[in-house]
């Protein structure tokens, strides 16, 4: 299996910061890689696919890189709306395998 | 815009089997991939497997021997079945529409406890 490595595990930020959250794949995955955003009590959000492609009516404040094993989200101007844990995934081979999460949290 | 609706027990207790449907509305269930992901309390996700509406099926080695994912395309729906269940399949179950391989589209969840 693929291991998809997040760091960091937490992170802390305020309104109007920008934030970068990477994510690592164990061995080369090309840009088969998707973000999600999940908040508290709720079903995970598809925000980006093909490491950098915007799912429909996502918007531009966020935005993915990357390609092979290093992946990175940056996510702008922090609403607090925002405030949530990220999911890294890879499909690029089975099992499909997310990263452990990070959490944004508001300081 | 496609809707997906998780439904089923949500209390299963040891060694029996837990049977979840997904009902797929504003769409076709024929045109997609259709997978099961699960969380359990506290903890990441985990991918369980996907089904095409012809029936090719792909599933998490981890949990391969007790998985079996069908569809109705009658119903447009489809389902998943998880044999000898244990406290360690407690989970929110989602089912999703994949899409160019990844999850699109995902239902709201249903929480299925393992307990006697």
């Known amino acids: 299996d693929i291991q998809m490595t997040q760091s960091p595990s937490s992170l802390s930020a305020s309104v109007g910061d920008r934030v970068t959250i990477t994510c690592r794949a164990s061995q080369g995955i090309s840009n088969y890689l998707a973000w999600f955003q999940q908040k508290p009590g709720k079903a995970p959000k598809s925000l980006i696919h093909?490491?950098?492609s915007l799912q429909s009516g996502v918007p531009s404040k966020f935005s993915g890189s990357g390609s092979g094993t290093d992946f990175t989200l940056n996510i702008s101007s922090l609403q607090p709306e925002d405030f949530a844990t990220y999911y890294c995934q890879q499909y690029n081979s089975y099992p499909i395998t997310f990263g452990q999460g990070t959490r944004l949290e508001i300081k | 815009q496609v809707q997906l609706q998780e439904s089923g027990p949500g209390l299963v207790k040891p060694s029996e089997t837990l049977s979840l449907t997904c009902t797929v509305s504003?769409?076709?269930?024929?045109?997609?991939?259709w997978s099961w992901i699960r969380q359990p309390p506290g903890k990441g996700l985990e991918w369980i497997g996907f089904i095409y509406y012809s029936g090719i099926t792909n599933y998490n080695p981890s949990l391969k021997s007790r998985v079996t994912i069908s569809v109705d395309t009658s119903k447009n729906q489809f389902s998943l079945r998880l044999s000898s269940v244990t406290a360690a399949d407690t989970a929110v179950y989602y089912c999703?529409?994949?899409?160019?391989?990844?999850?699109?589209?995902w239902g709201q969840g249903i929480l299925v406890t393992v307990s006697s």
């Open positions: 504003g769409d076709s269930i024929s045109d997609y991939y």
């Open positions: 093909a490491a950098s």
């Open positions: 999703a529409r994949d899409e160019s391989g990844s999850e699109a589209d």
